[in-house]
């Protein structure tokens, strides 16, 4: 009875360094567990999102085209409307689809922004659909539509863990669209000269010093920049 007393500390030591022991594995395992669980879910979140976001906004290029065609928006390309309205229920079935991705795997943040984006541009397809008119009405709702769609992408990247602050502001025009404007505005000026008929000051030309038969012409050096075929 002595031997075991004395032996007691010893197999108690045994016993609590077992149950630390299984403890902090089974600790460790379920950490693991959580870990490896969340990586995948973040992946898979990420490619909802970025899915979803996607369709959202071929749903808005068919908005965009049909609203050229209506004359509510310019730079871009319009289409025939019986053939934009069935793209665009395409495009609204493959955003839907998507949809529920979203909700099974999005926090409820990205949640609420994924459902105001869709419901901004669910304004801009009343446009598309000849529901809603007015040019500047258009920009007002698709001025909104953009501001919806930041609100998504800064909740997905919070959701997603990335780091970066604010998505920077879309600054509109860029620095070569001036140039651009510029030549489109010479072009048209030019265009609209020939249609009425005005020529332009011609820059008046040297008269060629007659022909001299008597004389044989000479060959011109290699380097006379005449003598070169573009």
């Known amino acids: ?33 959580r870990r490896e669980r969340r990586i995948r879910w973040d992946a898979d979140r990420m490619q909802a999102y970025v899915e979803y976001g996607n369709s959202v906004k071929r749903v808005v290029h068919v908005t965009r085209r049909l609203a050229v065609t209506r004359g509510l928006a310019g730079a871009s ?11 665009l229920n395409q495009a609204n079935a493959e955003r839907t ?13 990205t949640i609420a922004a994924a459902r105001a984006w869709h419901q901004s541009v669910w304004q801009l397809e009343f446009f598309a659909r000849g529901m809603l008119d007015g040019a500047e009405e258009w920009s007002r709702a698709y001025a909104e539509y953009e501001a919806a769609r930041n609100e998504y992408y800064r909740c997905a990247r919070t959701s997603l863990g990335v780091e970066g602050g604010e998505l920077p ?22 265009a609209a000269d020939a ?23 000479a060959s011109a050096p290699r380097n006379d920049p005449e003598n070169v075929i573009p």
């Open 1 to 33: 009875m002595r031997e075991f007393v004395q032996q007691l500390p010893a197999l108690l030591g045994v016993v609590v360094g077992v149950v630390m022991t299984y403890l902090l594995t089974a600790w460790g395992e379920r950490a693991r567990w």
């Open 97 to 109: 689809a998507r949809w529920e991705s979203v909700l099974l795997l999005g926090d409820a943040k």
């Open 195 to 217: 249609d009425s008929g005005t020529e332009r000051t011609a820059v008046p030309m040297p008269i060629p010093a007659p022909a001299q038969p008597s004389r044989p012409a």
């Open 169 to 190: 502001a879309t600054v509109w025009p860029p620095p070569w669209y001036s140039r651009y404007s510029a030549k489109v505005a010479a072009e048209l000026r030019d």
């Open 77 to 87: 390309e319009g289409v025939p409307l019986e053939d934009g309205l069935q793209e």
